[in-house]
């Protein structure tokens, strides 16, 4: 019989990551969207105190790359500071966004933090009251293009009560990531590791219960793209080796998605009013939630909400209705209402165009494919991980009615 424990699982804060794809919404929200990943990790260190964790595990990226900013570097040593002070320790590996080449250490980090090698496996042990209760492995990403298996190289001792792996890296397939890390299922499965801690995945998901193999995705949403609550789990080991894993959101700002369906709203007046209840549903105190609608099918107001001026009118009388930096602000209206019927049934260069298009079939992976291999995807950098099939399906589909909307013709034309 062990003694019980309790540990935190986190990854991915790319602390001093900048919003993508925001404009200003007013000084207060700005400066909050700012350091948003830095109150997220500080909600990290506070729950670990509140629920006197014996240890936080951290899974690669704790910044966002090579160069970030001195003060991403302060806040993470202050935030560790805090966890010492409370004689909680912190295991680190590092990720590809911040790989062992790279990460250059202006600030001394407190003795509690202990960062894997590059070169090896290292080996940690977690005591309790005196006591060991499990051995921490862990070995961190060399640089930012790392291909190898790591998890392969981790071999725990056979006298370990209970044993605990920290990997950057991807678990088979995961589209629109790259395959940093790369391992498999089966592969996980035959070492004897009974809690597999991953980063890199930005969406939290347990791949497996036996062993556990556990992503905890990122501990802030830095995009659209990454919507709904973000945080890390707390790990419950008990004194069998029985494990409960639990969900801790902690984002500062939660981005959400949500959609209206054009056939209940009758006028501009019901509209307004849908936008305010949508943003009742989701307010949450203390929290500025980012909130993008999609508007669906066919009604009376179709023509109307087609017209992008319209929606960003509609968008700017709902964001003027909230006040100071807690609150949910509609960012994107997404509009939807040709339907396929009257696409088929439009006339001349119009059908001719919808007509092509279908005949093209294009969509899944051979979209995708199209786009990578357009010269343009190398200017993406690193960013082109962010790129995922909802997304690339999703400007396809925008790009689809707007040339619908062009060959139409307006009053404006040149």
């Known amino acids: 019989m062990g003694i019980p424990f309790r540990f935190i699982q986190c990854g991915d804060l790319h602390l001093g990551a900048p919003f993508r794809y925001l404009k200003s919404f007013g000084r207060s929200l700005d400066e909050a969207m700012m350091r948003a990943t830095y109150g997220s990790f500080q909600n990290i260190v506070n729950l670990a105190i509140r629920q006197r964790v014996a240890a936080v595990l951290i899974t690669g990226d704790v910044y966002d790359g090579a160069d970030h900013p001195l003060e991403a570097e302060m806040h993470f040593v202050r935030a560790c500071e805090s966890l010492a002070k409370e004689h909680i320790p912190v295991y680190v590996v590092q990720g590809n966004h911040d790989p062992a080449d790279s990460w250059k250490r202006h600030m001394p980090l407190p003795d509690n933090v202990h960062i894997c090698a590059a070169d090896q496996v290292d080996r940690f042990s977690l005591m309790v009251r005196g006591q060991e209760v499990a051995g921490i492995y862990g070995r961190s990403i060399s640089s930012d293009t790392q291909y190898e298996d790591l998890a392969s190289d981790i071999h725990p001792l056979r006298s370990d009560s209970f044993s605990i792996a920290l990997v ?6 995961h589209e629109g990531h790259d395959k ?65 894993v639990h969900f801790h959101e902690t984002n500062a700002i939660r981005f959400a998605e949500d959609t209206i369906d054009l056939g209940q709203v009758q006028s501009v007046v019901e509209m307004l009013e849908m936008l305010r209840h949508k943003k009742e549903m989701l307010r949450k105190p203390g929290m500025s939630i980012l909130l993008t609608l999609r508007l669906t099918g066919e009604g009376a107001l179709s023509e109307v909400a087609s017209d992008n001026t319209v929606r960003a009118a509609w968008i700017e009388e709902a964001q003027a209705e909230e006040s100071g930096k807690h609150g949910v602000y ?11 019927e009257k696409q088929g049934a439009a006339p001349g260069m119009v059908s001719d165009y919808v007509k092509a298009l279908d005949a093209m079939d294009i969509g899944g992976d051979s979209l995708l494919k199209i786009v990578t291999e357009r010269p343009e995807w190398k200017r993406l950098g690193m960013y082109s991980q962010l790129v995922t099939d909802d997304m690339v399906e999703s400007a396809y589909e925008k790009a689809r009615r707007e040339g619908i909307r062009l060959l139409q013709g307006n009053e404006y034309e040149d």
């Open 168 to 173: 950057h890296g991807t678990v088979g397939s």
């Open 330 to 340: 509609i960012i994107g209206i997404e509009c939807d209402t040709f339907s396929s």
């Open 180 to 244: 940093t890390g790369p391992c498999s299922m089966d592969a996980l499965r035959r070492i004897p590791i009974q809690y597999w801690a991953f980063g890199h995945i930005h969406k939290r998901q347990i791949l497996s219960e036996q062993p556990h193999i556990v992503y905890a995705g990122n501990t802030q949403g830095l995009h659209r793209g990454e919507s709904g609550p973000k945080g890390c789990y707390v790990v419950d080991v008990s004194s069998r080796g029985t494990v409960e």
